[in-house]
């Protein structure tokens, strides 16, 4: 099947998709309906019209913690990316450069769509973020980039999401 939507049992160039998260069912977005406007007190998003914006901060805005921070402060990614293998040894600045222009673009249009933290691992590097979709973002842009072996595993809750990019030569 081309397109967007894949079911579950077609690999897509060696990726396991399903069709989208079920964001109704991740306890960080599914809170009581916030009052308008309200602002995050650590990193200053605003909500107004029924969606986090980066907005200039209202005079008469409830002060409340969004989603993203609250996972950052609980320390409970929705995303982990998973990158390995000797091409990224060889091509770390430039596949680490490629990651931070993609999401800060994305954070711009997707205000909860962060990067939580980076951390050196056995082989590899891997990178978790507050976004299931970022995640996957993150890896696809690698892929479509670098090429090599993309992978996608969804939690059974559909809320989290295991990319995996490898790449050897």
Same mark, same amino acid.
């Given at each position: 099947? #081309?397109?967007?939507?894949? #079911?579950?049992? *077609? !690999?897509?160039?060696?990726?396991?998709?399903? !069709?989208?998260?079920?964001?109704?069912?991740?306890?960080?977005?599914?809170?009581?309906? $916030?009052?308008?406007?309200? =602002?995050?007190?650590?990193?200053? =998003? *605003?909500?107004?019209?029924?969606?986090?914006?980066?907005?200039? @901060?209202? +005079?008469?805005?409830?002060?409340?913690?969004?989603?993203?921070?609250?996972? =950052?402060?609980? /320390?409970?990614?929705?995303?982990? $990316?998973?990158?390995?293998?000797?091409?990224?040894?060889?091509?770390?600045?430039? %596949? *680490?450069?490629? %990651?931070?222009?993609?999401?800060?673009?994305?954070?711009?249009?997707?205000?909860?769509? @962060?990067?939580?933290? /980076?951390?050196?691992?056995?082989?590899?590097? $891997? %990178? #978790?973020? #507050?976004?299931?979709?970022? +995640? @996957?973002?993150?890896?696809?842009? *690698?892929?479509?980039?670098? @090429?090599?072996?993309?992978?996608?595993?969804?939690?059974?809750?559909?809320?989290?999401? /295991?990319?995996?990019?490898? /790449?050897?030569?």
């Amino acid at each position: 099947m #081309t397109g967007p939507h894949k #079911t579950p049992d *077609v !690999p897509h160039h060696g990726h396991h998709d399903r !069709p989208g998260l079920q964001q109704g069912h991740d306890p960080y977005l599914a809170r009581q309906k $916030l009052s308008e406007p309200s =602002v995050c007190g650590d990193c200053g =998003v *605003v909500w107004h019209g029924g969606h986090w914006q980066w907005l200039a @901060r209202p +005079a008469d805005a409830a002060e409340v913690l969004c989603p993203a921070c609250q996972r =950052v402060r609980d /320390r409970v990614p929705a995303g982990y $990316l998973t990158l390995s293998g000797a091409f990224l040894s060889g091509h770390r600045e430039e %596949i *680490v450069h490629l %990651i931070d222009n993609h999401t800060q673009r994305q954070t711009a249009e997707h205000p909860l769509q @962060r990067i939580m933290a /980076r951390e050196d691992t056995e082989g590899g590097l $891997l %990178i #978790t973020t #507050t976004d299931a979709h970022l +995640a @996957r973002g993150l890896g696809e842009a *690698v892929h479509h980039a670098y @090429r090599g072996d993309l992978d996608y595993h969804y939690a059974d809750d559909d809320t989290t999401l /295991r990319v995996r990019w490898h /790449r050897e030569a």
